[in-house]
């Protein structure tokens, strides 16, 4: 990442990590209404996907992913890059379906545990349970929470506090990292 780069992703990042303003379809009311999101997401794949374990761990060569993944996906996922804001369409999907990890097809949120938090990326205020292993990230000098897929180990983005009652969590996912599945795709 060249210097420019770096001092305007640090810019976006303290601009919009207290992002204010944010529109909620559906906001969640209770704890209990989340942990039905996160058990229920099997509900909106078609029927016969094949979906991987995130408690078995894929590994291939660096040469592998590059030859897999476009050149986007490939900075973000095994290099730990971050998108520019706004240029994911995958910030506007409002389609009932499954985000899956781009590398490994790993699902990791619903439509439902997204929201529009107002940063230009793609944001979810939980995941489906064991989508993710997180690591403590310095690189803009101040401690972040870094998330990775727990299947193929892609990075997706950061974790901040600022989301919505009433997990108050905001996943933070480069949508270079995700594929979205609708709920009416044909297995």
């Known amino acids: 990442m060249q210097r420019r780069e770096f001092l305007g992703t640090l810019a976006v990042s303290a601009l919009f990590s207290g992002a204010t303003g944010r529109v909620f379809a559906n906001p969640p009311k209770d704890a209990k ?16 996907t094949q979906v991987p374990s995130p408690t078995e761990t894929l ?23 971050t998108e520019r804001a706004g240029a994911s369409p995958l910030d506007k999907e409002k389609r ?13 949120f619903t439509s439902a545990m997204k929201f529009d938090s107002g940063t230009g990326w793609p944001s ?31 990075h997706h983005g950061h974790l901040f506090d600022d989301g919505p009652a009433p ?15 609708p709920k009416d795709a044909k297995a």
Do not use: M, S
């Open 33 to 48: 209404a989340v942990e039905a999101l996160q058990q229920n997401w099997k509900d909106l794949l078609a029927a016969g």
């Open 59 to 81: 590994k291939r060569p660096n040469p592998e992913w590059r030859k897999l993944l476009d050149p986007q996906a490939y900075n973000v996922l095994r290099e730990e890059g």
């Open 96 to 108: 009932a379906g499954v985000f899956v990890c781009a590398g490994c097809g790993l699902p990791l």
């Open 124 to 154: 979810f205020f939980t995941t489906i349970p064991g989508a993710f292993q997180t690591k403590k990230d310095f690189k803009i000098i101040l401690p972040r929470t870094e998330y990775h897929c727990a299947h193929c180990g892609g």
């Open 167 to 181: 997990t108050g969590l905001r996943y933070c996912n480069n949508g270079a990292a995700l594929r979205f599945i």
